[in-house]
């Protein structure tokens, strides 16, 4: 009798075992085991097809993006832009890029280079984002990649979007938490229910600012809870000190608090009396 019990029950046991496990996370992922970076790629590329890019501003993030797209086979750079020469030069020789696609214009590059490109990302500061993707966008370019925050006029962002929805571009801001492996992880383990029902979420960031620093964590909390807030209740600092990008930014310290259509709370904490970000 009782091997029989154990007969019966023993599969469904391992078929509950094995349920669970799958709610896990994989080795490598948040803190579980080491860490197993996956491969970047691209698809439906071969000798006779490449995936053609350009950037327009080569300060740090746009140096990050041809070091980017240099590490993915498949990839190649036909244009790179940028109104400082001497940055220009700069990422010629640092990257070996051949003088044929660097321009110091971007109308000159996308001239030049219209009929080929598949993806241009703008890695300029903020207050010259929309106006250089419109510039993109009036070249029906398919795919553009703006660097977050999208601008640093709402109301300029807001008309731009209205714009978009009578192009043929698609535009992405980029927000890179929602592609790293970490936060994939977490919300599989969300969407699993491997801890439950999510009620609330705390981060605190350090010393941020609430476009630069603070943006990435609302886009993630959205990406993470496959929602968008319904109610934002903010405590946002007076400026007491200029911004180290310049006189162009007006983007505060302070702490937030959204709610979900479902409830759930979110708090994240910016403030001035922190050290340093994150």
């Known amino acids: 009798m009782i091997k029989k019990i154990e007969a019966v029950v023993a599969p469904i046991v391992k078929d509950l075992i094995k349920k669970q496990r799958q709610k896990q996370l994989f080795a490598g992922e948040s803190g579980w085991g080491n860490p197993v970076p996956t491969p970047s790629y691209v698809g439906n590329v071969g000798f006779d097809k490449r995936r053609r890019v350009a950037i327009i501003g080569l300060g740090s993030q746009g140096n990050a993006h041809i070091t980017g ?11 790179v832009a940028d109104l400082n020469e001497e940055r220009l030069n700069n990422s010629r020789k640092r990257f070996n890029l051949s003088d044929n696609v660097c321009f110091s214009d971007v109308r000159q590059m996308m001239e030049a280079i219209k009929n080929d490109v598949e993806l241009v990302t703008i890695a300029t ?10 510039i993109l966008v009036e070249y029906k370019i398919p ?14 962002s807001m008309l731009f979007i209205e714009e978009l929805k009578k192009s043929d571009s698609q535009v992405s801001v980029n927000y890179t938490r929602r592609w790293l492996k970490d936060f994939q992880a977490i919300k599989r383990a969300i969407g699993t229910g491997y801890i ?35 109610k934002v209740h903010s405590i946002l600092e007076p400026l007491s000190e200029g911004n180290r990008r310049g006189g162009d930014y007006n983007d505060p310290f302070g702490y937030c608090i959204f709610t979900y259509s479902k409830g759930q709370r979110f708090y994240i904490d910016f403030s001035s009396d922190y050290g340093q970000k994150d």
Do not use: C
């Open 196 to 230: 439950g029902e999510v009620k609330s979420v705390n981060i605190v960031v350090g010393k941020g600012e609430l476009a630069m620093i603070a943006s990435h964590y609302f886009d993630t909390i959205n990406f993470l809870l496959d929602d968008a807030p319904v």
């Open 143 to 156: 795919r553009i990649l703006i660097e977050k925050p999208l601008d640093n006029s709402l109301t300029k």
């Open 125 to 134: 500061t903020a207050p010259y984002h929309i106006d250089l993707a419109r």
């Open 69 to 79: 797209f240099k590490s993915i086979p498949g990839v190649e750079i036909i244009g």
